[in-house]
């Protein structure tokens, strides 16, 4: 690997709410790598959903506008933590390589689009740019015994065609990470199921069901902790967790992670740096459970 | 449930509408299922998304654009990305959507009132004010009781903020919008 | 010297958009031309009568009709001319369908570019001299590649026909995939006791020589005389002292070899008989797994051959075969389905194709014909068969469809239940294709006899749930979304094109589709020829093909071959290369160059000089562009003829 490059960072607007522990482990573990995060300067929100959903050219300008800021700082590569915020700025990249949709962003716009830059997850950055064996060689307190799903939600990886990332199918750089930062990595076999997405405030009964499916087949197959990359899947899980309970007659309560909470506790990051804090499902019993469960293992290895 | 009469009520414009702003060829369709076998939603839809592929072949506008289905899709690619004939479905959504804002028709309306509240927060602000979105949408439903189970949740975590956060370029982007309502009003 | 030309409507497709009345009359103007004249269909019979009246009538002496490709028609005018009584050499043709109707709307510019075609073809005409084909011998013996049932059918045939038989097999026996199946659709016969006596037919025909076990490594030669040069891989076993006894598989330690024959469910012996019915019946040594070629120690298959046969030092051997004729017969592979991520991507061990589940049905099996899941051995309840996986699907660059899927797993479904009464099957369908006799019957009969529950949908997603696989796709019939709890997921995976398909053509110098399946010489009329003269096609090497289908293709081959070689010598074209040999210097150019060893040089008077073997030339012209004094010209393509077209289409 060459030495770590320099990214323009795009936060995004739940990472001043309710995913800052998202926005500021992901820093701290960036850092511990030495990775430059450089913020897009007076970024504004790529549109979500909601912008895609009243027209295609209208949610491209909204991403554009930080992109073409980005090009002009002379960075050329953005990285962002939330894969919502990631298609809708991968997708507005692609959008504007034809130039009589590049047009009509341009009249939005009121200018003339520069090249801008490429766009990649930070989840990618890690996997990719840094790779897992750099990231075990900066892990100081493995996760040794932490049973864990990885859950990469619907867009982190598709459409293949605009993510160009991992598999859509059977995605693995979390996985990887967290093997990594010595965790028990347990196959789950809906990586990829959409949570609900932001249908929690209108339906939140859909959320529920779905997201319900995703805790039970975790918990069915006995994990400490669910890790996720997306503030919305997070906050469909972790703070929703007692509505899908309550729609499927359950009493689960499992932590759910962001992977870089995660990592920056293998890396031996203070909690506060990692805002373990913020999470609604408590997880210091999920970490006890799984150092616990270590002890247990080696005094087994030790006697045998 | 209703004849369909497929000369009569077959709306060709809309058919090379759809197929022009998605840039996908509908014919292409082969009526696998696919995409409703893979569809979370299916359970929460009026139609499944296989049967809006068909209705939008059979040119069926009103019954496509009256539809929850379309507001309920969340965008979540799995149709698009199995898809055994390359068809971009979770874009013919999005664009069946356009169409049915540009009606005035929202079949599920409370899906509409959050995205556009949240979209009035960012026009507003640059960014998107969780805390206000909310209060809008709650203001124009009228569903005072939305979400209240989570707030004694999240409050005492010190995450959602009780002021948005303006950015210098706010009129930048209201600007995006503004020119977007003329453009579309052109 | 007289010419006619006659230019052909051929109905719309050509006067559609050419006007062939004003063809005709421009070619009127043209030297040597005595009369000109358009004809409704010149191939039809008043057509080819027209054309004979009017050699007669006008004494021509040479012929150019204006309509198709050669291709298609050449052979039917040639033939026409000779009736009327001249050399069949002195006829051109002038393409003016493929190369101008069906490609242009344009009529005036269509009809401007078919009357220069008509001019150049005169010009052509006028140059060309009558021929006269040379005869050669045949070599009356054929060689079949490929020992599936197809080739097996094609062997047979030619042999009880009288010829003598070389079939070439790759694998340690012959029977294809056929020997891979249980039971055969509609019948529901069992496959080896069907197949079994034709694989003993072959090994005891005294017309047939079987070469297992060896692949073609190079063929050269043309229609009648082919010689091709055969590899016969080492099997480190000698076949002349193999009694097929079985001792060796008994006592060998290596049981960790991939059992090829049972599509890799179970494992087999590094030295083994892939199965009982096996013919020939000898063993091979798998070098990937042997300890002794690994590691050099073991021998014990040595040890215990009570016939001395184990030989770990033998070496590929290529041995010559010559042939007046083959017949390809490679058949088809698999789709690898681990491209399917949504079905697990090979990696859930009880999500297996559909031709793993027809060795676990298989009483010559690796279960014994008892259906048991591969993970744990446990018997299934619920199987789940999901149709269309890797056939019909352009996102896998597979559009075309197997065609036989569907009837293989409702027959599955049917055994099924056969061997399991209290399981339940379930079959995710898009369309169930059954035309063949008896064919839609039997998908009928599984569902309303065995109870095999069909959904239509195509399934989105296969996910293990604790011992269980969730499956969940569309039943679109009722609109929903459907999930059943399998405890064994078969996929009927789509046929492609045999592996090395391409450079087997290559060798062969036969045409093969993007996909790799072999080019038939006319989609509808030439279903077992190629474009290569003496090369023929049988079974699904030339696309997906069913049992009988690939058996009525073998026969049909073997009787094209039979009418090949029923005549005692064959016509070679006389469009080859002629050397002037006043002007040839002897420098040998024309002798490298020839791809078909058809030039050499002998003494003529003391000085080297070249000389064409006129049967073996293909006519290619090679020789004839690499001559520097040019000494060697191809005729009916000579260097005037081709100067004087460019010129009558430069003039015009």
């Keep these: ?304 | 449930m209703d004849v369909v009469f497929l000369d009569k009520t077959r709306d060709d414009a809309f058919v090379a509408e759809v197929e022009r702003e998605s840039g996908q060829n509908v014919a292409l369709c082969y009526q696998c299922g696919n995409c409703t076998a893979g569809c979370p939603y299916t359970f929460a839809y009026d139609i499944p998304v296989s049967q809006i592929m068909r209705l939008l072949q059979a040119g069926q506008k009103d019954r496509l654009l009256k539809c929850k289905s379309i507001w309920l899709c969340a965008t979540c690619e799995s149709c698009t990305t199995r898809c055994p004939n390359n068809i971009d479905v979770a874009k013919i959504m999005d664009v069946l959507r356009h169409q049915a804002r540009r009606h005035g028709l929202a079949g599920e309306r409370n899906v509409k009132v959050f995205w556009d509240a949240f979209l009035d927060s960012v026009k507003a602000h640059g960014r998107v004010f969780e805390l206000g979105a909310l209060a809008t949408y709650v203001t124009r439903t009228g569903r005072f009781w939305t979400d209240m189970d989570l707030g004694p949740k999240i409050f005492p975590k010190g995450k959602i903020g009780f002021k948005p956060h303006d950015i210098k370029g706010k009129d930048e982007v209201k600007k995006i919008f503004d020119r977007f309502m003329e453009e579309s009003s052109k | 010297m007289k010419i006619g030309v006659f230019v052909c409507h051929c109905g719309s497709n050509i006067a559609g958009a050419v006007d062939p009345a004003k063809v005709a009359e421009s070619a009127r103007a043209l030297p040597d031309v005595v009369i000109a004249t358009d004809t409704l269909y010149a191939c039809s019979e008043p057509g080819q009568q027209g054309i004979i009246d009017a050699v007669k009538e006008y004494e021509l002496d040479g012929v150019v009709v204006a309509s198709c490709t050669p291709r298609m028609h050449e052979a039917t005018f040639r033939r026409a001319v000779e009736r009327a009584g001249i050399n069949r050499y002195m006829f051109e043709m002038a393409n003016i369908r493929e190369h101008v109707s069906w490609i242009g709307k344009d009529k005036e510019a269509n009809t401007n570019k078919a009357a220069e075609l008509v001019g150049m073809a005169v010009e052509k005409l006028r140059r060309d001299r009558p021929l006269i084909p040379k005869q050669f011998d045949i070599n009356k013996r054929v060689m079949i590649i490929g020992g599936g049932v197809a080739g097996i059918q094609a062997a047979l045939d030619c042999a009880d026909g009288g010829l003598e038989v070389i079939l070439v097999e790759k694998t340690s026996s012959i029977g294809g995939k056929m020997a891979k199946l249980d039971k055969t659709f509609p019948t529901v016969d069992c496959s080896s006791c069907i197949l079994g006596p034709r694989m003993v037919d072959v090994a005891q025909h005294p017309n047939i020589t079987l070469y297992a076990y060896s692949e073609i490594e190079s063929i050269s030669g043309y229609v009648g005389n082919f010689q091709a040069n055969i590899r016969k891989k080492t099997t480190y076993v000698d076949w002349e002292l193999c009694t097929g006894c079985g001792l060796c598989m008994e006592k060998c330690p290596s049981k960790k070899s991939t059992d090829h024959f049972n599509e890799k469910v179970g494992v087999t012996t590094a030295i083994n008989i892939p199965f009982p019915q096996a013919i020939p019946k000898k063993a091979v040594i798998d070098a990937e797994f042997c300890t002794k070629l690994i590691k050099g120690k073991c021998g014990v298959c040595a040890k215990v051959c009570p016939s001395k046969a184990i030989k770990y030092e033998m070496e590929d051997e290529v041995v010559t075969e010559n042939v007046g004729a083959v017949v390809v017969a490679t058949g088809f592979d698999l789709f690898d389905y681990s491209v399917y991520g949504e079905y697990g991507a090979g990696k859930y061990p009880d999500v297996i194709t559909s031709l793993q589940y027809e060795r676990l049905l298989s009483a010559s099996g690796p279960t014994g014909g008892h259906i048991k899941r591969p993970s744990d051995g446990k018997e299934p309840k619920n199987i789940v068969f999901i149709q269309c996986v890797g056939s019909r699907d352009k996102s896998v660059d597979r559009p075309y469809c197997s065609g036989f899927c569907c009837m293989y797993t409702a027959k599955q479904a049917i055994l099924t239940k056969d061997h399991i009464p209290d399981s339940q099957s379930y079959v995710f369908y898009m369309d169930i294709r059954s035309p063949g006799k008896m064919y839609d019957e039997f998908t009928r009969r599984a569902m309303e006899e065995y109870g095999a529950r069909y959904i239509r949908g195509r399934v989105a997603m296969v996910y293990p749930k604790g011992e269980k696989y969730i499956v969940r796709g569309a039943d679109t019939l009722m609109g929903t979304t459907a999930e059943i709890e399998a405890d064994l997921v078969v996929l009927a995976v789509g046929a492609e094109a045999a592996k090395g398909s391409p450079q087997l053509a290559e060798k062969l110098r036969i045409s093969y589709d993007k996909y790799g399946f072999f080019m038939e010489g006319h989609p509808k009329l030439k279903p077992v020829e190629t474009n290569t003269a003496g090369v023929y096609l049988a079974g699904a090497c030339q696309g997906p093909k069913d049992i009988p289908s690939s058996v009525a293709q073998g026969s049909a081959a073997a009787a094209k071959v039979l009418g090949l070689f029923s005549k005692d010598k064959l016509e070679s074209d006389p469009q080859v290369s002629h050397v002037e040999i006043k002007r040839c210097v002897g420098c040998g150019k024309c002798v490298e160059t020839c791809p078909f060893g058809a030039v050499k040089l002998v003494d003529f008077r003391g000085m080297p000089k070249a000389e064409v073997i006129e049967t073996v030339c293909q006519g290619c012209g090679i020789c004839a562009v690499t001559c520097p004094q040019g000494a060697i010209q191809l005729e009916h393509f000579t260097d005037n003829q081709i100067l004087a077209e460019v010129n009558a289409l430069c003039r015009s």
């Design chain 1, 1 to 304: 690997m060459s030495s770590p490059r320099t990214y323009a960072y795009y936060p995004g607007c739940s990472g001043l709410g309710t995913s800052m522990e998202y926005d500021i482990s992901t820093r701290a573990v960036c850092k511990a790598l030495g990775m430059t995060l450089t913020d897009i300067p007076d970024w504004s929100c790529c549109g979500s959903t909601p912008a895609h959903t009243v027209d295609h050219s209208f949610s491209t300008a909204l991403s554009a506008r930080n992109l073409k800021i980005a090009a002009k700082a002379g960075l050329s590569t953005v990285t962002t933590p939330c894969p919502s915020c990631l298609t809708n700025l991968k997708t507005a990249g692609k959008n504007v390589k034809d130039a009589e949709f590049k047009k009509k962003v341009e009249i939005l716009l009121d200018g003339q689009l520069p090249e801008l830059p490429e766009v990649m997850s930070v989840l990618q950055a890690l996997y990719e740019d840094i790779g897992a064996d750099v990231v075990a060689e900066h892990v100081k307190k493995p996760l040794t015994g932490l049973k864990v799903a990885c859950y990469y939600g619907c867009i982190m990886n598709r459409p293949p065609e605009v993510m160009e990332f991992d598999d859509p199918e059977h995605p693995i750089a979390m996985d990887k990470l967290m093997e990594a930062a010595g965790a028990t990595v347990i196959p789950f076999p809906l990586k990829v199921e959409c949570c609900g997405a932001s249908l929690g405030v209108a339906r939140k009964d859909v959320v529920a069901k779905l997201t319900g499916k995703l805790i039970d087949t975790a918990a069915g197959l006995g994990v400490d902790a669910l890790v996720t990359a997306c503030p919305l899947c997070q906050m469909n899980l972790d703070l929703r967790q007692d509505q899908a309970n309550a729609a499927l007659g359950t009493r689960h309560r499992i932590p759910v992670f962001y992977y870089t909470q995660l990592l920056g506790l293998a890396f031996d990051l203070p909690e506060e740096a990692l805002g373990l804090d913020k999470l609604c499902v408590d997880p210091h019993h999920a970490l006890e459970t799984a150092k616990e469960r270590a002890q247990n293992t080696k005094v087994r290895e030790e006697t045998a």
